[in-house]
């Protein structure tokens, strides 16, 4: 186990009241946490979204990658359904951190994609740990779920870990002229299924 479970309280948001549940890792004292809606207790399946930190599409409205829109419609989705989780994972920038993400946006300014922009500031394509999310679900009392998500990866990742992953249920949302090209190479180069729809891109690349 590499978290252990700090404090938890009440957070209503505009779609219903969650709890949030923060968590610690043990070894960098790095902080996470969970919006646990209603009652997740029981073996059916709990509706689970892992969600990657984001500040630019979280926070800042930023039509350059589809994260806050997700967000948004995986909250909905889950007090739609009166029960589930979403993971707020604190790996920013596929775990590169802020800065180098905005170092890896500069570089996808001149012509670089997003997998050529990690590659030329010396980082894999994602860096992200998912063994963590694993480890948060295990202190939740949860061992199996139907995914939020279009990201392969991220499945077998949580399976290894022996999360039990019963369904994946796709997000597809937040498509914009600004996030064609970045959207278009997480299907191309690390195997997203995504449905794109191909509008007119109004950037540089
Ligand atoms: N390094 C880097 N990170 C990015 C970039 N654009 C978005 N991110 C980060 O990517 C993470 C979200 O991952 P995505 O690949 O969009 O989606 P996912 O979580 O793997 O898959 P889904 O579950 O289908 O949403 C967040 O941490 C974002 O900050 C980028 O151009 N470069
Ligand atoms: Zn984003």
Same mark, same amino acid.
Do not use: A, D, F, W
């Given at each position: 186990m590499q978290l252990k479970h700090v404090a938890q309280a009440n957070l209503p948001t505009a779609w219903g009241c969650f709890t949030i549940v923060g968590f610690e890792e043990i070894a960098t004292g790095k902080d996470h946490a969970a919006l646990v809606f209603g009652d997740i207790s029981g073996d059916a399946p709990v509706l689970t979204r892992i969600h990657s930190e984001c500040l630019t599409g979280d926070a800042l409205f930023s039509l350059r990658c589809d994260c806050g829109f997700q967000l948004e419609a995986a909250l909905k989705q889950i007090a739609k359904e009166g029960r589930g989780i979403l993971i707020y994972h604190r790996q920013e920038g596929r775990n590169i951190g802020l800065l180098n993400k905005i170092r890896a946006y500069a570089l996808q300014d001149k012509g670089f994609d997003t997998v050529e922009a990690n590659e030329q500031l010396g980082f894999a394509a994602d860096e992200r740990d998912f063994t963590l999310c694993a480890d948060i679900l295990t202190l939740l009392g949860v061992s199996q779920i139907r995914l939020l998500t279009n @990201?392969?990866?991220?499945?077998? $990742? /949580?399976? +290894?870990? &022996?999360?039990?992953?019963? +369904?994946? $249920?796709? %997000?597809? $949302? &937040?498509? *914009?002229? @600004? *996030?064609?090209?970045? %959207?278009?190479?997480? $299907? @191309?180069?690390? &195997?997203? %299924? /995504?449905? %794109?729809?191909?509008? *007119?891109?109004?950037c540089n690349h």
């Open positions: @990201n392969p990866e991220k499945i077998k $990742v /949580l399976e +290894q870990s &022996g999360i039990k992953i019963l +369904q994946r $249920v796709p %997000l597809e $949302v &937040g498509e *914009n002229p @600004n *996030n064609e090209h970045y %959207l278009e190479t997480k $299907v @191309n180069k690390m &195997g997203h %299924l /995504l449905h %794109l729809h191909h509008g *007119n891109c109004n």
